[in-house]
């Protein structure tokens, strides 16, 4: 990897990653600030500024915004998580000035024209329709609540629809400059690109982004508690959390492990006690979140109400179980796929782009792809276990699930857990 960083003196970082053999580049701008970064009135205007960012500047259009990249065969894009929102477009290799030209404006110069704002409300009051449709969304959203309730890191990113349509462009411009400071921002490229025509283009382009710091979001606070909520739906959608760790915990790679261990593919303890040997379900997976200063352990699965409270039997002895006595085999298993999926993911631009930035996010400097890998292969049984353990003992358990009538004996069953640990 020929990974180059430069930190410019408004405290924005530029971080390339050339990959010679390619003709096209991926490149973004990625943001510190995601839907934790709300104030109490704020629900949802993270994910409605990124929207809007694409509808109009002073310069350009949204149509124009739009047809630019997609004039040279080029895509633009973009994504709003808890912690994070991140702007970022592929390009061929001539047309990264361009690109950087088309972000930096989208995000120093939006108009937030009110048409196109009453516009683009109706389209994210949609879309939180649509995800009010799809019953495994509602449970994650109904999960976060629970593990983290009444702060920001615990509301959807969504928001709702009045919270919605009670913006004006004066409020997202509040928020837009209150959080889009360049200490807050990574600029981060792979493939087709040379790292000091990068810099001189964002040298050039975001000079006008504040260089003092960002507000810090509150700490979160896992809560734990149970959520079910009665829907005529054929399954019942189950979602279980405890809390994790946060990304530079010594614990975080020992967890993984254990994660992938229980829930992380078919060879897992879960898939196959759950659904090979029990049939109890179709799909059932566990995966960890993990933020700046705390963790999200989950687990999902799907199963007819007669058979909910004997999955979450079989969930809640597997945890402990595996806490116990997961083997040499299993955790070789683990790691091996962690290592896959980490080696793999270099063969993507655009993979390597978004790892760069997070890895600045998490650790203030990219990570070489061998120190990842020797943290992984350091991970023992033992330190796996206790992972394991340390996991069950943290928090009391989340639990969220949604579908038929008559779940509270599940729900019962999941909140054992938590006096296991006691």
């Excluded at 943001?31 to 109009?56: P, Q, W, Y």
């Excluded at 979140?289 to 409270?309: C, E, N």
């Excluded at 179980?321 to 270099?346: C, F, T, W």
Aim: aromatic share 6%.
């Amino acid at each position: 990897m020929s990974v180059e960083l430069t930190r410019l003196p408004s405290g924005l970082v530029v971080v390339t990653d050339a990959m010679p053999h390619l003709e096209t580049a991926s490149l973004g701008v990625w943001v510190g600030c995601g839907s934790r970064d709300e104030r109490e009135e704020e629900h949802g205007i993270a994910h409605l500024l990124e929207h809007m960012a694409f509808k109009g500047t002073s310069r350009r259009t949204a149509r124009q915004i739009a047809e630019e990249i997609e004039a040279v065969g080029g895509d633009l894009n973009a994504a709003t998580s808890v912690e994070t929102t991140a702007y970022y477009a592929r390009v061929l290799r001539a047309d990264v000035p361009l690109a950087l030209d088309v972000l930096s404006d989208i995000l120093a110069d939006p108009t937030f024209d009110p048409e196109e704002l009453a516009r683009e409300q109706n389209v994210i009051v949609q879309e939180i329709g649509a995800a009010e449709d799809t019953p495994d969304d509602i449970v994650f959203d109904h999960l976060q609540a629970t593990a983290f309730p009444a702060q920001p890191v615990g509301r959807s990113i969504l928001g709702t629809p009045a919270s919605i349509r009670s913006f004006d462009g004066a409020r997202l411009r509040a928020y837009l400059g209150r959080n889009y400071r360049a200490p807050e921002m990574v600029v981060a490229a792979a493939g087709a690109v040379e790292h000091r025509a990068v810099v001189a283009e964002v040298e050039r382009r975001f000079s006008a982004f504040n260089g003092s710091a960002a507000p810090v979001p509150d700490p979160a606070k896992f809560g734990g508690g149970i959520r079910v909520e009665a829907r005529d739906l054929e399954q019942v959608h189950i979602a279980l959390a405890l809390e994790g760790v946060p990304q530079r915990d010594p614990e975080l790679y020992a967890l993984q492990v254990f994660t992938n261990v229980v829930g992380g593919g078919m060879s897992s303890r879960l898939f196959q006690e759950v659904r090979e040997k029990r049939g109890l379900c179709y799909a059932i997976y566990t995966f960890h979140s993990p933020y700046s200063d705390t963790g999200l352990f989950g687990l999902y699965a799907g199963t007819d109400a007669a058979d909910a409270s004997e999955l979450m039997r079989v969930v809640v002895d597997q945890l402990g179980a595996a806490a116990d006595d997961l083997d040499a085999k299993e955790v070789d298993r683990a790691k091996a796929q962690m290592k896959a999926g980490l080696l793999m993911a270099l063969e993507s631009s655009s993979a390597r782009a978004e790892q760069l930035a997070r890895q600045i996010f998490a650790h203030g400097r990219p990570l070489a792809i061998e120190e990842i890998i020797a943290k992984v292969d350091a991970v023992t049984v033992e330190s796996a276990r206790a992972a394991g353990r340390e996991l069950i003992r943290r928090s009391p358990p989340a639990f969220a699930a949604l579908g038929p009538a008559g779940l509270e004996s599940a729900a019962a069953i999941a909140e054992s857990l938590g006096r296991q640990a006691a």
